[in-house]
């Protein structure tokens, strides 16, 4: 039954993001306001993933393996240097302690096994490798758009951390994150063209994202886990400390 499930979400969340990613245009990592972050990482990072990116990747696309269900998407990475593969979070077809770096960022909140993703994170990962990755938080957020965009839950803060500690990884670094506009009647509006409007929706959108990308605030990150008190989202740097867990 769990399996039914999974291939039922694989493929709703397929059938939304295979034609958003079809209309969308590539924006390159160095365009947003993780790559301060990420730029330092890279010279001791000599094996990458990131998985489920679509067309906004964080990590350098040349020599990074991309993990996506979107073809479309793989498609635009690897025309700019990625190595692409198909397959979902969890089901990663790479060997044991393979990576170094590591980017998942809002993806495990539209898994309904989220513990089956972040141990296939954790399979895939060297001991002492980072992760980054992303999550809303606060399930009294929720809004119309985490059901548009097929989320199956918003985190309680500890949830996320004892979720990660239950793969070897603690948190180092966290800072606030996401790009949701303000008010959120402009979000309303957006999706109600992207609904009903859609070759429109995405022709604004495609014009208004880089100069949205432009206006992303700096991350400000702190040690450990920040007060999460009314944050929306969060940016989680962890390190992969323990793996006596795995087979």
Not at 101 to 128: F, N, P, Q, S
Not at 173 to 180: E, H, I, N, P, Y
């Amino acid at each position: 039954m769990n399996d039914l499930n999974d291939s039922k979400l694989l493929d709703a969340n397929r059938n939304f993001y295979e034609p958003l990613w079809r209309d969308c245009r590539l924006v390159e990592p160095q365009h947003f306001n993780t790559w301060p972050l990420v730029s330092p990482m890279l010279a001791k990072a000599r094996n990458r993933l990131e998985v489920a990116p679509g067309l906004r990747p964080r990590l350098p696309i040349a020599g990074t393996q991309f993990v996506d269900i979107s073809m479309q998407a793989l498609t635009k990475l690897a025309s700019h240097g990625g190595i692409p593969t198909l397959a979902p979070i969890n089901s990663l077809p790479f060997a044991d302690h393979t990576f170094d770096l590591l980017c998942a960022l809002d993806i495990i909140e539209h898994v309904d096994d989220d513990d089956r993703a972040m141990a296939e994170i954790a399979r895939v990962t060297t001991k002492g490798a980072t992760l980054l990755l992303s999550t809303p938080l606060h399930p009294d957020m929720w809004t119309y758009f985490d059901d548009f965009v097929g989320h199956r839950r918003r985190y309680e803060p500890q949830q996320i951390r004892t979720l990660l500690l239950r793969h070897g990884f603690t948190i180092k670094l966290s800072a606030v994150f996401g790009m949701k506009p303000r008010p959120s009647i402009f979000l309303d509006f957006g999706l109600w063209f992207l609904k009903h409007r859609r070759a429109r929706a995405m022709w604004w959108y495609n014009r208004v994202m880089p100069f949205t990308v432009r206006r992303q605030k700096p991350l400000h990150l702190h040690e450990g886990l920040i007060n999460t008190d009314a944050v929306g989202e969060i940016l989680l740097v962890c390190k992969q400390v323990d793996t006596a867990y795995r087979h």
